[in-house]
Structure formats: C-alpha cells, structure tokens
C-alpha cells in the first residue's frame, strides 16, 4: 500500500512570490490535513479537509490556503512569501479524520 | 489555544536503558498518539490511544492514556542505538475536531 506523497521534497523561492505543495493520500483516505514544522514553533495545524470541505483551520494568516480535489488529492498554496515561512510542511492522511494520521515526508520550502 | 508540554526536552541514554516520557495538558484529549521523526523524514506513528486508561504495547514500547485525559506516557525498554530521533506526542481534542496538537518533541540519543 502506498504511503502519503508529497512533491516537491524541495523547493526554493523569493520573498513575495507563491507556492503551491500537493499531497496524494494514502488510497481511500479521504481527510487530509496540513502542518508546518519549524525549529522554534514545533508542529502546528494548518487546515484539514474531508471530501473536499475544509473542516478545520489553524491560526495562520489568510495567505496560507488549501484545497482538496475530488480523488482527495490536495495541494496548499502560500501566496507573498515571506522569509519566516520557511518551514517543513507535512502532509497527513487518514480514512477519517479520526484514526491513524499517516505522515508524508514532507515538503522543505527555503524563501530567500 | 490547547499546548502540550512534553517532557523531557532530551535525553542521553546508554543502550540497553529503558526511556520514559511524557506528555500534559491543561485541557483533555480524546486521543493520544505518538510519533517518532527522522531528520529530514516525516513522523512516523507508533502507538494510537483511544480510550482513558489504555495501556497499549508496540514491541518495546509502551503507551498510556492517562485517566484524566490529560496526560500520556510513553516507554522504551532496553534501547538500542536505531531509537535515536525525536519522539512527539500529540492530542486530538474530540468530535468536531481533526486536528492534532502536538508536544515539542523529546530528542532521544543513545550511547552505545
């Protein structure tokens, strides 16, 4: 059984530009939440979604975004990067959104 | 918002030690998970609690959700060099929630 795949596994970008990162859950998993690792901050919750309706959202600022498609594959889109979004976003999957959260690798977005 | 404090914040061990960790919270969770990372990797989950006062085995670890659902424990009997990582707790508050808190991590070195 594949696991969750995340693409790119790296990326660089300029201040203010944007970025969009896809997560391909585990098959028949259809929640898929977002996270954002730092060193100083820890794992923090971005945005989870379930048969593409967003069911929660974290405390991050509207330039952070996310959708879910159809075959539950999702992406998430930082728009005007800042330097401070550097960060490891990591992707989980679980058949509900209730049990057995499945991480991908991860996504390592550097702005410079 | 909800925090988890997991302690300790690191530890150095000599193999064949065993570990014990923890996690508490000021508010309760319907759910406890641990999770060990890899540098560079995503967390990868170990053990699932789902019920207060479960006591759940994984090899050599072992996990408990506190009776009060606001703590859990988790150990690691004789170490060996390949526990080395950082292990996260993290909480799922309840119904209509499906987001995962998580703890800041305990960095576990072993000593051959």
Redesign the interface.
């Known amino acids: 059984k594949a696991g969750?795949t995340?693409t790119p596994r790296y990326l660089i970008k300029t201040r203010g530009q944007q970025v969009t990162l896809s997560c391909s859950p585990i098959s028949g998993h259809r929640?898929v939440?977002w996270?954002q690792q730092t060193p100083g901050q820890?794992?923090?919750?971005l945005f989870?979604y379930?048969s593409e309706t967003q069911?929660?959202k974290?405390?991050f600022p509207g330039r952070f975004s996310g959708r879910q498609f159809s075959n539950s594959r999702s992406e998430m889109n930082v728009s005007t990067l800042e330097l401070g979004d550097s960060a490891l976003y990591?992707c989980?999957s679980s058949s509900t959104?209730?049990?057995?959260?499945?991480?991908?690798?991860?996504t390592?977005l550097t702005v410079v | 918002g909800q925090q988890l404090n997991q302690s300790p914040q690191s530890m150095f061990i000599q193999e064949g030690e065993d570990v014990s960790m923890n996690c508490t919270s000021s508010s309760i969770f319907n759910t406890w998970l641990w999770y060990k990372q890899d540098p560079g990797e995503g967390p990868v989950l170990l053990i699932a609690l789902y019920k207060a006062g479960e006591l759940t085995s994984n090899g050599r670890l072992t996990a408990q959700f506190g009776i009060t659902r606001k703590d859990s424990f988790l150990n690691i009997s004789a170490s060996i060099p390949s526990d080395v990582g950082i292990y996260f707790c993290a909480g799922r508050a309840g119904a209509g929630s499906y987001q995962l808190t998580f703890g800041k991590g305990t960095k576990l070195s072993v000593i051959p």
Do not use: P, W
């Open positions: 969750v995340q929640s939440s996270y820890g794992l923090q919750f989870e379930f069911r929660n974290g405390n990591l989980a959104g209730v049990y057995g959260y499945t991480f991908g690798s991860g390592r």
